[in-house]
């Protein structure tokens, strides 16, 4: 039995979708970022709030199990997770987010003859398969359970062609005969590609493909709303698509590279890759109380922060020091680079857990031309956002991709763990330049010993 008449239903779709439309914009900016994603679950709320008042359900007493299991799962998953691992949390509820859509698709088959909605069950099946297998080769990417380098084999550019040919003739007998048994090979065919479509992808170029997949779940979710005839599925699922693409086109003009370079590149060994192989060459190397003396005495200090950081969680720490040099009268600000870490935002994110204001933080095009009168650049943890070879190398791997200009900064800091490459598996000329210095170690105790002896100074 239903309780809300139609027309209160639509009133309570439209608020939801105006919550994910708000939402979304809040999402634009780490200032408001909180409060759009609290917005986006009162959306959710009163949308499966909707959908439970407004249909008549059966087996509800499964439905709720269900979502108290997956709530179970889910909420100390999300609370306890690292936020170097927040990329593949991202990835992973996107795989199940296509996934599911995928599982829909195959249960409504038999429900309905139509032409046109078996039509979206065949695109809502292909994609959402292709999401939830190419999502898990992310995650484990991403984890290094497998290689972050591009994983090739001969003629795998024929099979993905076979696999293509594949889904065309599964979808279109889907679609013309309502076969489970064609719509089984039609998932089975969808995994498939999504594994053909990530493993050739590098280490570098993952979180972009991720966003990719995401703009494909949300295009399944979609589908899956004409399928089930949900309105505000389709309204979701089309601003989670657009978002995921536009979001995605971002991200490869960050690295100054088309999204088909990024996703197809490695056929021709233009995708990035990661690399173990140390440098021999000598540097100048440096000692914490020698860095302390450098930023301490500097009228202005640029802060590069980038994925060591992360992973060494040292982002109260470079907090603490900021605010140890500002008490000293420098100047301190932080240097985004929009794909510095593992995701969109990544750095973003990480400063403001430790309480960084958000004045502090300058993007790319607003750090640049700020650091010509930059008396010290510190770079922790982050190598190819500031790479030269993006700009002087052609053929390498980042090659055209904008960087943050640290080399025009009167003196250069990096704090490194040692000489290994960053994930583009090439040197950064900057590291053996005269006026660079390195410490090395872990970011979070090399951060703290700097710190305690920038107040003694």
């Not at 065949?122 to 398969?129: C, D, R, Y």
């Not at 290689?147 to 065309?168: D, E, H, I, K, N």
């Amino acid at each position: 039995m239903s309780i809300l008449s139609p027309v209160w239903t639509s009133l309570f779709y439209l608020a939801a979708a105006v919550c994910f439309i708000l939402a979304l914009k809040g999402l634009s900016s780490p200032r408001t970022a909180r409060r759009g994603n609290t917005i986006g679950a009162a959306g959710a709320f009163v949308a499966v709030a909707t959908v439970f008042l407004s249909v008549k359900l059966a087996n509800i007493p499964l439905i709720l199990a269900a979502i108290a299991v997956g709530s179970a799962i889910a909420v100390p998953v999300a609370r306890r997770v690292q936020m170097t691992h927040m990329p593949q949390l991202v990835a992973l509820f996107n795989g199940v987010g296509g996934g599911a859509a995928a599982l829909v698709a195959v249960l409504e088959l038999g429900h309905s003859g139509d032409y046109w909605v078996r039509v979206a069950v065949v695109f809502t099946m292909l994609i959402g398969a292709v999401s939830f297998a190419g999502s898990a080769v992310t995650v484990g990417k991403l984890q290094e359970l497998i290689s972050t380098r591009p994983l090739l084999f001969p003629g795998m550019p024929v099979v993905m062609g076979a696999v293509v040919l594949g889904a065309v003739t599964a979808g279109t007998l889907v679609v013309g005969s309502g076969s489970a048994g064609w719509a089984a090979a039609l998932l089975a065919v969808g995994l498939a590609g999504g594994l053909l479509l990530v493993l050739p992808v590098g280490g570098a170029d993952v979180p972009i493909v991720i966003s990719l997949l995401n703009a494909f779940t949300g295009l399944a979710v979609a589908a899956s709303g004409i399928v089930l005839g949900n309105v505000l599925l389709v309204v979701a699922g089309t601003l989670v698509g657009a978002s995921g693409t536009l979001l995605t086109r971002a991200m490869a003009a960050a690295m100054g590279r088309g999204v088909a370079g990024i996703v197809f590149g490695a056929f021709r060994g233009g995708s990035t890759a990661g690399s173990t192989v140390q440098s021999d060459r000598p540097v100048r190397s440096s000692s914490p109380e020698d860095v302390a003396v450098q930023l301490g005495y500097a009228q202005r200090v640029v802060i590069v922060p980038g994925y060591g950081l992360a992973v060494a969680q040292g982002q109260h720490t470079i907090a603490e020091l900021a605010t140890a040099l500002a008490a000293r009268g420098v100047e301190v600000v932080f240097a985004i680079h929009p794909v510095a870490g593992r995701m969109p935002g990544h750095m973003n994110v990480l400063l403001a857990e430790a309480n960084v204001p958000y004045e502090a933080l300058k993007e790319l095009a607003e750090a640049n031309p700020e650091f010509p009168n930059t008396d010290v650049a510190l770079v922790v943890g982050a190598n190819d956002v500031v790479n030269p070879a993006a700009k002087s190398t052609p053929g390498a791997p980042i090659y055209g991709m904008p960087i943050l200009e640290v080399s025009l900064a009167g003196q250069v800091v990096f704090l490194k763990r040692s000489m290994r490459p960053g994930f583009a598996g090439i040197e950064n000329e900057l590291l053996f330049d005269a006026k660079t210095t390195l410490l090395f170690g872990d970011a979070k105790d090399s951060l703290t010993r700097i710190l305690g002896a920038v107040k003694e100074l």
